[in-house]
């Protein structure tokens, strides 16, 4: 979960982007590796998403989608969340991940991660900006994402234990576990899926951290922990011998 890239200067920690509400602190071995850092590297800037992910109504989910999946997808969508009327069905997916889920006012690692930079004066920089992040989820062909979409509406009710469970499994540093745990999921099985959130990004992410690799900073490299395990891992391409941060 917490590794240094031999020879470099570089640690790549596999981060939670969100913790459950019960459980909003950072575990030890996170707070030290903040610690350690003089530069911080993480996966994407959410402040700048702003409109980057909206689309006109034409190419939103209740033009794109069967009528009785748009229904099953309007009736249960939160006011509070961003209106589905500009929403491409892709993102529609992710977020039905995080509702009936109790989390963290705080947000999740990369959140604290962003604050501990700004008290502290270290400077952050990102892997990906929010258009290529929405590229890469576009690419999901749209039968894809509607699968994935009933299957998230068909198992709403066990978002909050999956949260917990994901918690656990990240504090005690659980990897292997994590990634079994993924594996059973529509979304880290499905080809199209794992494709565009790990296998194009993590490829697309190698350019940065070899930069970093060539830096006398400290560089901290904060990446989803999944990125970090299964076939075409960041580790993995990197191709650069590691070891584990005790």
């Not at 500009?86 to 995080?98: F, K, V």
């Not at 979304?187 to 494709?195: E, G, I, K, N, Y």
């Not at 194009?200 to 922990?225: D, F, H, M, Q, Y």
């Amino acid at each position: 979960m917490y590794f240094e890239l031999t020879g470099t200067n570089v640690r790549i920690l596999g981060s939670l982007h969100v913790f459950p509400k019960a459980f909003p602190h950072w575990p030890r071995w996170a707070v030290d590796a903040a610690a350690w850092a003089e530069h911080i590297i993480l996966e994407l800037d959410g402040q700048q998403v702003g409109g980057t992910f909206n689309v006109p109504p034409e190419l939103a989910c209740q033009a794109l989608l069967p009528a009785d999946t748009w229904h099953r997808l309007s009736v249960c969508w939160p006011n509070a969340y961003p209106s589905l009327h500009e929403m491409p069905p892709w993102r529609a997916a992710a977020l039905l991940s995080t509702l009936n889920r109790e989390e963290s006012p705080t947000g999740g690692l990369e959140h604290g991660y962003t604050r501990w930079a700004e008290e502290n004066h270290i400077d952050v920089a990102y892997l990906e900006t929010a258009t290529e992040f929405r590229d890469a989820l576009s690419s999901i062909p749209l039968p894809d994402v509607e699968a994935l979409m009933l299957d998230a509406l068909t198992n709403l009710g066990r978002n909050n234990d999956k949260l917990l469970r994901l918690y656990q499994d990240w504090k005690g540093r659980k990897l292997e576990v994590m990634f079994r745990r993924a594996q059973k999921e529509l979304l880290c099985s499905m080809p199209s899926t794992r494709d565009a959130l790990f296998g194009r990004r993590n490829s697309a992410w190698l350019p940065k951290i070899e930069a970093a690799c060539k830096s006398e900073r400290r560089t901290l490299v904060a990446v989803g922990a999944l990125h970090l395990c299964g076939p075409g891992n960041v580790l993995e391409l990197l191709g650069r011998p590691y070891s584990t941060v005790k």
